[in-house]
C-alpha cells in the first residue's frame, strides 16, 4: 500500500512543551521456540530467563498495586494521561509520520543533535574514485550522508552505496570527568579520549535512510482505522521496536506490544526488506538467525497490528517518532515517555530510558550483554507511565 506521509526532522525545535504464526504471542506455535533462543542468548538455559521474567513481574506487580489503590475509574484514567499525549505540532516536529494530501515529505536538513556521533566533522568526507563507477551509476542522483556512527560523509545513489570503506567508530557516548583539575570528556565504551579513533569497526558506513531536503511518495506506509465495536475500550499499550542498519537506512527487526499489566500482546522478528550491513546486536538482541528462522514481513506485521491498534488507541513508548517511522504505521495517539519526563536541559536533550527508569523505578535495565530485552523496554515504559500518574495524583492531594 502507497501511503503518502509528512515526516520532518527537526532537532533544535524551541516550541515543545514539557513470533510467530499468530498475532497473539501465547499462542503462537513458535512461542517456545523463540523463548528457547532467547534462553541461549542470556547464556545459562533455564535459570537467567526465569530470573529475568520473575523481576520484571514482580516490579510492575508493586507498580500496579500502588496504581490500582487509587480506584480511578476508565474515564478518570484517560483524562490523566490525557495531558501527555503529543500535540499535532510535536508529532510534526519530532518526525512522526504524518499524512499529507499534498504527497510531500518534508525533513530539516539541520544536522543531526546526538551524542552518539560525538566526533562528528562536516568536512570529514570519504574518498571515492568516480572514475571507477560504471556509467550507468555515474547517471544516477549521487547522494551525500552522514554516517550515524562516525560522522563521516559518505557517497550512495538509489542503487547501493559508492563508498565501500569499512566505519571506525565509538558504540559509546561521551562522558565527563575530572583530571587533575580539568574536565576531560571520555567514551564510555572504552575509556578514550575524544576525537580518538573508534574502537569498533563495521564494514560500512551506516545512515537511518531518510534524506535531507523534501520527500515523496514513501511507499509501505499503512494508516490506523476507526474501531468496528465501539463498545470496546480502544486499549493502551507500550510497544518497543528494535533496527538494524541496511544499505537503504535504518529498517525494523522486531516488535514488541505489552498491554497496561505488562502482558505480552505481540512479539515478533521482522524480514527488512534490503541487504543487512548491520544488525546491531549489541543493542537490539537481534541476530540473523532470530530474523532468518521467526521473521516476519513488515507487511504482515503492520496487518496484525492493525487489528487491535485502531485510531483511537494510545500508544506507550520511549522516542516513539523513530518507532513509528520504522513500523511504517501513521498514528495520532502516541504519549513519549522521554517527553512525559523532559530532560533538566530541555529539548533537544533527552533522559534515556535506561536513566528513568533507574531514577524513579529504581530498578535497571539494559544491563545485558546480549542486547536489549524488547519486552522489558515496553514495560519499563509502562511502569513510568503508571509512576508518573501516581505522582501527579498526590501532588493534587497535597
Not at 499489566?261 to 543493542?283: A, C, H, M, Q, W
Request: glycine share 6%.
Amino acid at each position: 500500500m502507497l501511503l503518502m506521509v509528512i515526516l520532518f526532522f527537526h532537532w533544535h525545535s524551541n516550541f515543545l512543551k514539557k513470533n510467530s504464526s499468530s498475532i497473539f504471542e501465547d499462542n503462537s506455535e513458535n512461542y517456545y521456540e523463540i523463548k528457547r533462543i532467547e534462553r541461549e542468548k542470556m547464556g545459562n538455559f533455564r535459570k537467567s530467563k526465569t530470573q529475568i521474567y520473575k523481576t520484571d513481574r514482580s516490579t510492575i506487580t508493586a507498580v500496579l498495586n500502588e496504581f490500582k489503590e487509587l480506584h480511578l475509574s476508565e474515564y478518570e484514567f484517560y483524562i490523566k494521561i490525557g495531558k501527555y499525549l503529543l500535540m499535532t505540532e510535536q508529532l510534526f516536529s519530532l518526525g512522526f509520520p504524518e499524512e499529507s494530501l499534498s504527497g510531500v515529505c518534508i525533513l530539516n536538513s539541520h544536522f543531526p543533535f546526538s551524542r552518539s556521533v560525538p566526533n562528528f566533522n562536516k568536512n570529514k568526507k570519504a574518498r571515492i574514485r568516480f572514475e571507477d563507477c560504471p556509467d550507468d551509476i555515474l547517471k544516477m542522483r549521487v547522494f551525500e550522508q552522514t554516517c550515524a556512527r562516525c560522522g563521516t560523509e559518505f557517497y550512495l545513489t538509489s542503487a547501493g552505496y559508492l563508498t565501500h570503506e569499512r566505519c571506525y567508530y565509538h558504540y559509546g557516548k561521551l562522558k565527563y570527568q575530572w583530571r587533575d583539575g580539568n574536565q576531560d570528556s571520555v567514551f564510555t565504551c572504552c575509556g578514550r579520549p575524544f576525537n580518538s579513533k573508534g574502537c569498533s569497526v563495521g564494514q560500512l558506513h551506516v545512515w537511518s535512510g531518510l534524506e535531507r531536503g523534501l520527500n515523496d511518495n514513501l511507499e509501505g506506509f499503512v494508516r490506523t482505522q476507526p474501531r468496528t465495536n465501539l463498545w470496546v475500550s480502544p486499549g493502551i499499550y507500550a510497544l518497543d521496536c528494535e533496527m538494524c542498519y541496511t544499505i537503504k537506512g535504518m529498517e525494523l527487526c522486531k516488535v514488541t506490544v505489552v498491554d497496561m499489566e505488562g502482558r505480552r500482546l505481540y512479539n515478533s522478528f521482522v524480514k527488512p526488506e534490503y541487504y543487512v550491513i548491520d544488525y546491531n546486536t549489541r543493542f537490539s538482541g537481534v541476530t540473523e538467525r532470530d530474523v532468518a528462522i521467526f521473521g516476519k514481513t513488515l507487511s504482515q506485521v503492520q496487518q496484525e497490528l492493525l487489528t487491535f491498534i485502531h485510531e483511537d488507541t494510545i500508544l506507550v513508548g520511549h522516542s516513539l517518532n523513530n518507532d513509528s517511522r520504522a513500523l511504517k504505521i501513521v498514528h495520532k495517539n502516541f504519549i513519549d515517555i522521554a517527553l512525559v519526563f523532559p530532560h533538566e536541559r530541555g529539548y533537544p536533550y533527552r533522559y534515556s530510558l535506561k536513566q528513568l527508569t533507574l531514577r524513579c523505578l529504581k530498578k535497571e535495565i539494559q544491563s545485558s550483554d546480549y542486547g536489549h530485552n524488547s519486552f522489558e523496554d515496553a514495560v519499563s515504559c509502562i511502569e513510568l507511565l503508571l509512576w508518573k500518574i501516581v505522582q501527579d495524583i498526590r501532588e493534587e492531594e497535597q
